[in-house]
């Protein structure tokens, strides 16, 4: 819990606009499961897919394509403490957020609130598209990890990483 003072730095911080906001796979956590342990069993049983500690693939032959499936589709999924969190954290006046999973839980957010925003995601082997000047009325939004409706976009091994 924060103190009466750090949550005084934070606010001024935030109202600066110099904040960037770091989403994470923190957010998908529930009952007491890490976001790489619920994609463990997700993924559990097929047997040309490896999970590695540091949330990342190993796919062997058709892995490549039943692996995104499940992601995608546990994605997709309805988390019902996410979209309050979402909802709440897309209205903080902050200018980028950059998303470290492939989701688009905060667009949706953004979307349900009509907030305006701009969009971009990691494209291999591509410079990124430059955007617009960010600001806090119109923030820019970046996933890291690619798009989930984008499976090439996707860094899902350690080969895509690199």
């Known amino acids: 819990m924060l103190k009466p003072q750090e949550w005084e730095s934070v606010i001024e911080t935030i109202a600066s606009g110099s904040t960037i906001l770091c989403l994470g796979a923190e957010l998908f ?9 619920q994609l463990g069993e997700e993924l559990a049983g097929l047997d040309n897919v490896h999970l590695y500690g540091d949330g990342l693939f190993h796919l062997k032959g058709s892995g490549h394509m039943t692996s995104y499936t499940k992601i995608k589709q546990f994605f997709n999924r309805d988390f019902p403490a996410l979209a309050p969190v979402m909802e709440q954290l897309a209205q903080l006046p902050i200018s980028v957020v950059v998303n470290t999973t492939p989701d688009r839980s905060f667009q ?6 009509g907030l305006p925003f701009q969009y971009d995601y990691h494209h291999p082997n591509k410079p990124a598209r430059e955007p617009e000047e960010p600001r806090q009325e119109e923030p820019y939004l970046y ?3 690619g ?10 091994t350690h080969e895509d990483l690199f």
């Open 143 to 145: 996933n890291l990890m």
């Open 108 to 113: 949706k957010a953004c979307v349900k609130l």
């Open 29 to 37: 956590s529930t009952a007491g499961k890490t976001l790489d342990e």
């Open 147 to 156: 798009d989930l409706d984008r499976r090439e976009s996707m860094v899902l």
